[in-house]
């Protein structure tokens, strides 16, 4: 079993910036594919940034291309997501997960297999207003 805690969250003025952090519990970060997801109200979970996990690719929707960048540090079991020049559509809750490497692609990951994903994070909020 792996278990995820997301922190970072909080308020953020437009154009701000935001780090989010996904800890992880004891175990081989190396053999999972991570990602970072967000929901807002009335709206579908999405896939927002996926990392691979014996290699550096990645996967970014286009919303938060060039804007957002994850991240990974195996020695502290940690996930990152650096969110930068927010948007109030940015306003969300945001998860981590994880998933076997072999099971999904991080293309998938972060599209059509989220459904499929069985590590979870609880989740933290993310509010970009003025």
């Known amino acids: 079993q792996l278990q995820l805690v997301e922190s970072g969250g909080g308020l953020v003025q437009p154009g701000g910036s935001l780090r989010l952090s996904c800890a992880a519990s004891a175990s081989s970060m190396a053999n999972f594919a991570w990602g970072w997801f967000r929901q807002a109200p009335g709206k579908e979970r999405e896939g927002i940034s996926c990392?691979?996990?014996?290699?550096?690719?990645?996967y970014y929707t286009d919303s938060v291309k060039g804007r957002f960048t994850i991240s990974r540090d195996n020695a502290k079991n940690m996930v990152y997501l650096e969110m930068n020049s927010l948007k109030p559509e940015d306003t969300a809750i945001y998860y981590c997960?994880?998933?076997?490497?072999?099971?999904?692609?991080?293309?998938?990951?972060?599209?059509?297999?989220?459904?499929?994903?069985?590590?979870w994070g609880q989740g933290t909020q993310v509010t970009v207003s003025s």
């Open positions: 990392i691979a996990s014996s290699d550096d690719r990645t």
């Open positions: 997960a994880a998933d076997l490497p072999d099971i999904v692609t991080v293309q998938a990951m972060c599209t059509n297999a989220i459904s499929t994903i069985p590590y």
